[in-house]
């Protein structure tokens, strides 16, 4: 029994022998191929320089230590020159303060070469003693404050480009043409920062020309204009007005004279044209005023907006708004004026397409038109528009009103003595249309109003002096008119009177 149990002791000692060698040979092994762990005692090679201070020897934080003492001390010596062209900045180390983020700079530095065997371990370290190890910190771990000074220099320098531009000269025989373009110029942040840390750890005193690439412009403005296209054309009658209305037609129409309107773009005829006053070179002629024809400044103005209304709609620019007067304008069908006043009526257009739209707006002696131009149509697209009379609205005939201030006593004095100031005139519901056809065919209808001119009635005034004795009065040629009835035939007249189909 005991030689038993002195051969199984025996056999535990052996294995404890053998465990024992194993875990030395793995020790051994282990430092052999993958070397001593990095701790706070582990000092850096010699030869070891980093930000041009000799850190031989040194551990991580007498190292920490060494660097940032000669941060500051070297802080206010620094000087950088950067130049573009004729312009030059200078980075003065002083007006920053200093940070030293230095961790992972020193972790890399004191872990290089320490991985490996030990042969490969000693191979690099008696390289960097021979030859020495040289590491400069980016200027952006040292100084805190410099990259804003550096934005603002490189804010200065760069340049957008400018493309090239349409030029629209509406009153000339070629009335689109083009701008040079310019180039711009970007400047290379990363091959500066380059430069300035080259500059920083540098004993030479030199000028870091600030690096940047040429930006060129956006061309085929000329392909451009090549496909730039008469939209649409209309125009409006004004023969027969005087020529105070005829200078506030044209002056209004000349606001938009070589207008360009870029996509996206919103623009009011009443901020366009300005008020209508004397300083703006307005005069005094015929407006609607409350259901009458009356004297007011800048009569004429709705001709031209309205011209410029209908023009958009045949053109299909988006009208964001308009009004209709209170009586319809001759010059075009119902619900296809566009009555404009200063404060409470406007015309608003949009241009919804995908590029710029250009307005010609002229006034002959006769006529006021609007051309629009941009992007063609659709290909075999045509816009109409249409009037619908819903009905004639009647009027409710004559009203006699007394002349109780006198203001008339020019005309009339006596009772049964009359003057008519007004006739009465039927009112009218209708609807305006913008038709979409292709091809010839109509393949779409929108209804853009619904209007109501509401009929007026006459005005008759009567004198209010009695009669003196053995006086007489004339006949008198004012023929009272009754309240309207309408009938087929006065809707037949009120569709030839607006040249409705």
Known sequence: ????????????VIWLI???????????????YFGDSISEKTTYYQNTHINGVDVSGMTKQEAEAALKKDLIESKDELVLKLRNGENEWEIHGSDFEVIGNFEN????????????????????ENKIKSEGLYVNIPYQNLY???????DDIIEEVEKQPVAASVVFNPDEENMFSTTD????????????????NEAI??????????PFEEVLPEQGLDMMIDSIELRSRFSTDYSKSSQDRKSNIKLALSKFNGMIVEPGQEVSFNKTTGARTAENGYKTAKIIFNGS?????????????????????????????????????????????AMVSDGYADLVFKNSLDSAVYIKAYGTDSEAVVEIYGQPLEEGVEMKTRCELVKVLPHGGDKIVKDTA?????????????????????????????????????VEEKELRHDFYQPQNGVIIEGTAELEEGMTLPASNVKYISPQKVSKQTTENAKKKFNII
């Not at 029994?1 to 535990?12: A, G, P, Q, T």
């Open 181 to 196: 373009g310019q180039s711009g110029i970007k400047v290379s942040r990363s091959a500066l920062e380059d430069a300035i």
């Open 144 to 150: 805190g404050g410099i990259d804003e000074k550096i």
């Open 105 to 124: 700079s020193l972790d890399n530095v004191i872990a290089y070469g320490r991985e490996g065997n030990i042969f490969q371990k000693k191979k690099i």
């Open 18 to 32: 053998v465990v024992a060698f194993i875990a030395v040979g793995l020790l051994l092994f282990c430092q052999f």
């Open 293 to 337: 024809y009356v004297s007011g400044m800048g009569g004429g103005v709705c001709q031209a907006s309205t011209t410029l209304f209908n023009a958009l709609l045949l053109a299909d620019i988006e009208v964001v708004e308009s009004h209709h007067h209170s009586l319809p304008a001759s010059y075009v069908p119902l619900s296809f004026d």
């Open 201 to 210: 750890y540098s004993d030479d005193d030199f000028v870091i020309n600030i």
């Open 1 to 12: 029994m005991e030689n038993v149990k002195d051969r199984k002791r025996s056999s535990s």
């Open 406 to 442: 006198g203001e008339y006593e020019n005309k009339v004095l006596y009772q049964g003595e009359y003057y008519r100031l007004k006739y009465p005139q039927e009112g009218y519901e209708s609807k305006a249309f913008l038709m979409k056809y292709k091809d010839g065919a109509l």
